[in-house]
């Protein structure tokens, strides 16, 4: 559809496109999953290969990614790539899933793990306010709303206020928390590796688990919900200055920032900590300090998860309402939401729907299940985006790629075996979340036959939108 009136600026630098990636990648997994994952594996080594080898998927992936964020830099990500790539449809079943479970989900767990980490200095967030009588609850249960839940709805319409105000001032304050929260966790680090007491001998201790390959996997899958969030920027490629070369820029050194972060704390957590003392820890960043510093450094690190958490949320509501705005454009959403802001500059009703809508689930409960649900689609949305390098490499030859995949054919295509491999394995070990997910997914399939029979005559054809 044409664009008509305001449209989105790019101000956006190279330090905010990277401050994206980090911030919305490093929230509060790598504080929780290696528990987890010591529990599947049972071996420090095959912890560390297991985040290494997820971080290399990640890296291949933010690869993959740059060259097709910077032949089609435009606001929506992976619903641009795979509407040119395979036709419409696809790209709204992407964009469907992100906004009414993906997406959403995600800002509404990081607002409740806000919460949940801030029930440490104030417990009262953590009990119930009312109890409504009608079983609408997590698994059927009562509805409880607890003043947690308030916190975490104030503190996602606060970011979306200053998100809504400018691109500019989300950028900036994404670059701000994300710095302090890597200050922190290099504190962290350092503290934990140069305090003295702990053993490097215990990286190669043992504790008793699966030992099968299911296990393995589901590992692999703890430490990938732990990168998750890397293809973010690609969502405000529209807002970024000289997106041909800063996006493949922020992709690849920010998912290597996350890397080398990752590994870092994992060796201070196992330096200190016994496999057996992590295995049952559910807070392992914070026991560390604790034991080594007393509980005033305990409650520093949660005051460092606490501004982790808020990076990645912010980083979330300025890239997602991207995508809504994106469909909106093309006539596959609400026609409201493809609005700009004639002061502002943003996709300001976008940002209201995605963020009223992420509260909804915030009050529901159901956050952590619509995410799990979501997991096994999202993740074949992201194989068939890889595939889409070929597919457009053939599609539309003399398209303008300012940056090829390094190591082309092989790096994509290991990215997709490996995202294929993980589909199976989740398929039959969460068959359940995995039906689940395509249902919801399935669900958007009506509304796209409404939405295309609406605005079939003001939709140009894809091959106009790109060379031949």
């Known amino acids: 559809m044409q664009q008509t009136g305001p449209t989105l600026q790019r101000v956006l630098g190279l330090w905010s496109a990277i401050s994206i990636v980090i911030g919305t990648v490093i929230g509060s997994g790598v504080f929780l999953v290696p528990s987890t994952m010591i529990r ?27 060259e097709l964020a910077a032949a089609l830099p435009e606001a929506g990500g992976e619903y641009v790539y795979l509407s040119a790539a395979y036709g419409p449809f696809w790209g709204y079943l992407y964009g469907w899933t992100q906004f009414w479970v993906g997406k959403s989900g995600s800002i509404a767990t990081l607002a409740a793990g ?31 709303i607890h003043y947690g839940q308030l916190v975490a709805i104030a503190i996602i319409l606060i970011l979306a206020g200053v998100n809504y105000v400018g691109v500019r001032s989300g950028g900036n304050l994404q670059v701000f928390v994300t710095a302090i929260k890597l200050l922190l966790i290099a504190a962290i680090v350092v503290l934990g590796i140069f305090s003295g007491n702990g053993h490097f001998s215990q990286l190669h201790m043992r504790i008793p688990s699966p030992g099968t390959i299911s296990a393995f996997f589901a590992a ?7 990168y998750d969030g890397w293809n973010n920027v690609s969502m405000v490629s529209s807002e970024i200055r000289n997106p041909q070369r800063n996006l493949p ?18 060796l201070a957590y196992f330096y200190v900590l016994t496999p057996a003392e992590v295995a049952s820890s559910h807070r392992v960043a914070a026991d560390m300090m604790s034991g080594l510093y007393g509980t005033l450094a305990a409650a520093g690190v949660t005051i460092a998860v606490l501004i982790s ?13 991207r995508v809504p705005y ?26 209201i729907m995605l963020s009223g809508w992420s509260c909804i689930v915030v009050l529901s409960g159901w956050f952590d299940d619509l995410y799990n649900f979501v997991i096994f689609g999202n993740w074949i949305l992201y194989l068939l985006t890889a595939i889409s390098v070929f597919v457009l490499r053939r599609k539309y030859p003399t398209l303008p790629r300012p940056y090829r995949v390094l190591g082309y054919p092989l ?11 993980l589909l199976i394995s989740t398929i039959q070990t969460r068959p359940r979340e995995s039906f689940m997910g395509l249902a919801l997914m399935a669900l958007g399939v009506p509304f796209y036959i409404y939405w295309k029979r609406k605005t079939a005559r003001t939709i140009p054809p894809i091959n106009q939108t790109f060379p031949a």
């Open 40 to 66: 599947y594996v049972g071996s420090v080594e095959k912890l560390f290969f297991i985040w290494i080898v997820a971080g290399l998927l990640s890296l291949f992936g933010a690869l993959t990614y740059a």
């Open 114 to 144: 806000f919460y949940t980490y801030l029930t440490a200095f104030v417990p009262i967030l953590g009990t119930p306010l009312v109890v409504l009588p009608f079983h609408i609850g997590p698994g059927g249960t009562l509805l409880e």
């Open 220 to 226: 692999m899958v703890s430490a990938l919900w732990a």
């Open 249 to 266: 820029r922020a992709l690849i050194l920010g998912t290597a920032v996350v890397i080398a972060t990752y590994l870092l704390i994992n």
């Open 309 to 321: 958490i808020f990076a990645a949320l912010n980083g979330s509501i300025l890239s997602g309402s």
């Open 326 to 351: 994106a469909m909106a454009r093309d006539g596959l959403f609400f026609r409201s939401a493809a609005a700009v802001h004639p002061v502002y500059r943003t996709p300001g009703n976008a940002m």
């Open 411 to 421: 790096v994509p295509v290991l990215f997709c075996v490996v995202a294929l491999l």
